[in-house]
């Protein structure tokens, strides 16, 4: 019985690392031929920039919101700890490299995954169901090249410069609780923060990581919505692993890039 049991377990761990390499295998075909393949119409100027309005200009609410509210609460934590230390003035240069380096881009993707990236899926995947993608590969239009590349673009575009709104507004709301709440001396907070924020070290690493992150949220779903069951419940599935997935993603990747950029190896 243990050995039979133990051989079921083996046969399933086997059978599921097929299964990935399979759907990893399937995602990078689908990746090559949207953004390389050939298609009928081709992903036009026009669509990039619908797509670039619904996936980017959407979803700056919330990123202004989130960015304005992170800053705020850095800045009172920071100056909290700090002062024990009488290291207050210090409190923009720990904001500015917090958001730079880490939160800007780590949770502009979160919430990027959350608000744009589920909404491709279900377009995508409600586009199946109702056979629209059929429908284009019947009059000989690639669905490819035509629905999923401009997805793909508007994500690889729109998601860097999110995150960098993120961390501007994210900037600007600490430094109206460090210098107008808290009392920091507001030269103290902007000369500190210019003489530790380097170009090439911060800001520099940080849109690095914010266009890794975009290509792979973007990816993943747009991949989910095409790869989903036609159905209502087919695209409900997709739509929280797209979430979950490029959620997971994110963090993985944010720590295996953060150890390449700032782990001295």
Do not use: H
């Amino acid at each position: 019985m243990r050995n039979k049991s133990l051989m079921d377990r083996v046969r399933l761990l086997g059978r599921s690392a097929i299964d990935i390499v399979t759907v990893l295998g399937r995602s990078g075909l689908f990746l090559v031929n949207a953004l390389l393949g050939r298609g009928g119409a081709g992903s036009s100027f026009q669509l990039l920039v619908r797509q670039l309005y619904s996936v980017g200009v959407m979803s700056l609410v919330i990123i202004v919101v989130s960015g304005m509210f992170i800053g705020m609460v850095l800045a009172l934590q920071g100056f909290s700890i700090l002062t024990k230390y009488g290291s207050e003035q210090a409190v923009g240069q720990m904001v500015a490299l917090t958001l730079l380096r880490e939160l800007g881009p780590v949770v502009t993707a979160l919430l990027f995954a959350g608000r744009a990236g589920s909404a491709l899926t279900a377009e995508i995947g409600n586009m199946k169901s109702t056979e629209q993608l059929s429908s284009l590969e019947m009059i000989g239009v690639d669905p490819l090249k035509y629905i999923v590349a401009p997805r793909l673009w508007a994500g690889f575009i729109s998601m860097p410069i999110l995150a960098m709104i993120f961390s501007v507004v994210g900037v600007w709301g600490a430094s109206w609780v460090a210098i107008d709440w808290l009392g920091v001396y507001d030269g103290s907070f902007w000369s500190n923060m210019q003489n530790s924020v380097s170009f090439t070290n911060d800001v520099l690493n940080g849109v690095i990581k914010s266009v890794v992150f975009a290509f792979v949220v973007t990816w993943i779903a747009v991949f989910q919505g095409y790869d989903c069951d036609p159905t209502s419940e087919g695209i409900s599935r997709a739509t929280t692993r797209t979430v979950v997935y490029a959620s997971l993603a994110v963090l993985g990747l944010d720590f295996i890039l953060t150890a390449l950029m700032f782990g001295d190896f």
